[in-house]
T-cell receptor
Framework: SQQGEEDPQALSIQEGENATMNCSYK?????LQWYRQNSGRGLVHLIL?????REKHSGRLRVTLDTSKKSSSLLITASRAADTASYFC????????????FGQGTRLTINP | DSGVTQTPKHLITATGQRVTLRCSPR?????VYWYQQSLDQGLQFLIQ???????AKGNILERFSAQQFPDLHSELNLSSLELGDSALYFC???????????FGQGTRLTVV
């Protein structure tokens, strides 16, 4: 079963607006990562947030982590058409096993 | 370029056949993950290897097997192929320890 669940499944906004995607997970984690995938391509790592961190920034990206609610959010500010892609969260769900488990993803469309 | 190489990029084969997908991880990365992505779906974790040993197993069918060789490249073997096995198969590598994963561009398998 999937560890992470992204919400919403699809999001369509106008260029320049902010996009927020959420991820919920089930078990305790060491870290949570966000990845981006352009259609049919390999995933590209965006940002990693550790379980003892609450917020992290990278350029136009802002990630928050709430371990008490087992949830994370990814905010993309001032969106651009080039941000159109699918976004996935991933968790290392099992200590020791270190497997990286992905959610179903949010498909983001930025309209010019 | 992620540094992870997957071959072949495309593969078309008939039901009942057997194929081998190959992955060369980034230089120095010890951990290799395999994922299956069906059309418009999330990534299903199949299996993880670390320095030649199986580390974690996901929803991998008995018809599928994998191994990691001493030079750290990995192969995913798919046998008795069915139409439903048509998907993108991704390999990712990490140094280990829950670090960010680097993905190959995938092998698109079509079973006809």
């Amino acid at each position: 079963s999937q560890q992470g669940e992204e919400d919403p499944q699809a999001l369509s906004i106008q260029e320049g607006e902010n996009a927020t995607m959420n991820c919920s997970y089930k078990t305790s984690i060491n870290n949570l990562q966000w990845y981006r995938q352009n259609s049919g391509r390999g995933l590209v790592h965006l940002i990693l947030i550790r379980s003892n961190e609450r917020e992290k920034h990278s350029g136009r990206l802002r990630v928050t982590l709430d371990t008490s609610k087992k949830s994370s959010s990814l905010l993309i500010t001032a969106s651009r058409a080039a941000d159109t892609a699918s976004y996935f969260c991933a968790t290392d769900a099992d200590q020791g096993a270190q497997k990286l488990v992905f959610g179903q993803g949010t498909r983001l469309t930025i309209n010019p | 370029d992620s540094g992870v190489t997957q071959t072949p990029k495309h593969l078309i084969t008939a039901t009942g056949q057997r194929v081998t997908l190959r992955c060369s991880p980034r230089s120095g990365d010890l951990s290799v993950y395999w994922y299956q992505q069906s059309l418009d779906q999330g990534l299903q974790f199949l299996i993880q290897y670390y320095n030649g040993e199986e580390r974690a197993k996901g929803n991998i069918l008995e018809r599928f097997s994998a191994q990691q060789f001493p030079d750290l490249h990995s192969e995913l073997n798919l046998s008795s192929l069915e139409l439903g096995d048509s998907a993108l198969y991704f390999c990712a590598s990490t140094p280990g320890g829950g670090a960010e994963a680097f993905f190959g561009q995938g092998t698109r398998l079509t079973v006809v």
